[in-house]
């Protein structure tokens, strides 16, 4: 399924050429408002795995199915992407910005991860309804981070392959917009 | 009197009435209103009277009324600006609410098969 952010480009009409289901935001409100409102969607209708992927073309699907098959073969409850262990050439802010943001989920939630902000996940249907994420912009990240670290469930990171493409970096959080998600996510973490 | 002190009264109980009206509308939360008021006739009397404010200001320890004023002030706006920020951050999750609702009933209609 697909999930139309309030987009104003013709993203909702291809998508609608498309087999997937297709969900419309009405405005735009961010991408984990998005992914809540697709994980809704698939749970409504039975589903037993979600997984997350970023529509900028960053990801491989080859990735995705090795993450899926742990999933549904019972290796793990959520399956988290590690782009520090796949063939992925991070520019060099970007990394330094990720081990930042995973040493800070060491220390605020003492779950040990590599890469705490890959778009590429699995998780069970049950692992999908304890991690209901309430922040709209991109603190998401962050925040399912800590909802994983909380939930009790079985975490295993995977290698992933991030293609960064002038579009998909043009796509992704700039590092100048680091600070400011972080002041978002230290808000939410303050005000539940 | 001077101008400036009739400027000042003035401006104080235009707010107190329009606190006032507000609040009997139901258009502003009463302990906001009452603030309103309240701080209101609190810088009328300082108007009038200029030197109580450093009389208080001396018994606070802080010195001068200036100084006392603008504490005040900085307190008064830091918690307008708080407020007000809670108010937007709780406005924008209902409309993401909102919008993520709207956007899982079209996608309900789109596949429930027009009925009879």
Redesign the interface.
């Known amino acids: 399924m697909a999930v139309d952010d309030g987009s104003s480009d013709a993203s909702w009409d291809a998508i609608r050429k498309t087999a997937a289901h297709a969900l419309r935001h009405a405005v735009n409100r961010g991408q984990g408002a998005a992914l809540q409102t697709g994980t809704d969607f698939a749970l409504a209708r039975g589903a037993r795995r979600i997984a997350h992927f970023d529509a900028d073309g960053q990801h491989r699907v080859d990735d995705l199915v090795a993450m899926a098959l742990a999933v549904a073969n019972g290796d793990c409850d959520i399956a988290l992407g590690d782009r520090f262990a796949g063939n992925s050439r991070i520019p060099t802010m970007r990394a330094v910005l990720i081990r930042l943001a995973a040493f800070m989920h060491r220390v605020t939630s003492g779950i040990r991860l590599n890469d705490v902000h890959n778009g590429l996940r699995v998780l069970t249907d049950e692992a999908a309804r304890r991690c209901e994420l309430r922040s709209d912009r991109m603190a998401h990240a962050s925040e399912l981070i800590d909802l994983i670290a909380r939930s009790g469930m079985r975490v295993k990171q995977f290698p992933t392959t991030i293609e960064y493409t002038a579009y998909s970096m043009a796509k992704g959080q700039r590092a100048s917009a680091s600070a400011r998600i972080l002041l978002h996510y230290a808000v939410g973490r303050v005000f539940r | 009197m001077s101008v400036f002190q009739i400027v000042l009264l003035a401006a104080l109980g235009a707010t107190v009435v329009l606190s006032l009206v507000l609040a009997s509308r139901g258009a502003l939360p009463r302990i906001l209103a009452g603030l309103l008021v309240g701080g209101s006739c609190f810088g009328a009397v300082f108007v009038v009277e200029p030197d109580w404010a450093t009389r208080l200001a001396r018994v606070l320890g802080i010195g001068r009324g200036a100084d006392l004023m603008l504490y005040a002030l900085v307190l008064g706006t830091s918690w307008g600006f708080l407020s007000m920020y ?1 108010r937007v ?1 709780a406005v ?2 209902d ?2 609410l909102l ?2 609702r ?3 009933d ?2 309900q209609r ?1 596949q429930t098969p027009p009925g009879p």
């Open positions: 809670m951050r924008r999750r409309m993401t919008v993520r709207m956007a899982l079209e996608a789109d």
